[in-house]
């Protein structure tokens, strides 16, 4: 049984910082990749950022987060961070994070949240003006 449980989000004023985390448990993830998603009510979910569980250690960021978020992990703490920096109110949403299982073993994390095969439940981030 794969367990993906996010934590961390909150209310913020804009221009503030949070951290997300991403507790994975139940499995070996060797061979996956951990991405963060987010969806706003009435939107599509979106793309923010994903990384290899293990091995190659390349980040990869979606366009409206780059430069202001930054994805890490933490074998130690089996778990994967988000910190958000300088945060806006459009990034106020519902926050997730996912597993995929890449099968080309020097393949990138997807973009794509159709390709991940377990969520975990979300954490609501509101940022205020």
């Known amino acids: 049984q794969v367990q993906l449980v996010e934590s961390g989000g909150g209310l913020v004023q804009a221009g503030g910082s949070l951290r997300l985390s991403c507790a994975v448990s139940g499995r070996p993830f060797s061979g996956y990749g951990i991405g963060w998603f987010r969806q706003a009510p009435g939107k599509e979910r979106e793309f923010l950022a994903a990384i290899r569980w293990s091995g190659d250690s390349s980040t990869y960021y979606g366009d409206s987060v780059k430069g202001r978020f930054a994805i890490s992990r933490d074998y130690a703490k089996n778990a994967v961070y988000l910190q958000m920096n300088s945060l806006k109110p459009e990034d106020t949403a519902v926050y997730y994070c996912?597993?995929?299982?890449?099968?080309?073993?020097?393949?990138?994390?997807?973009?794509?949240?159709?390709?991940?095969?377990?969520w975990g439940q979300g954490t609501q981030v509101t940022v205020s003006s």
């Open positions: 996912a597993a995929e299982y890449i099968i080309n073993p020097g393949g990138r994390p997807s973009a794509g949240h159709h390709e991940y095969d377990y």
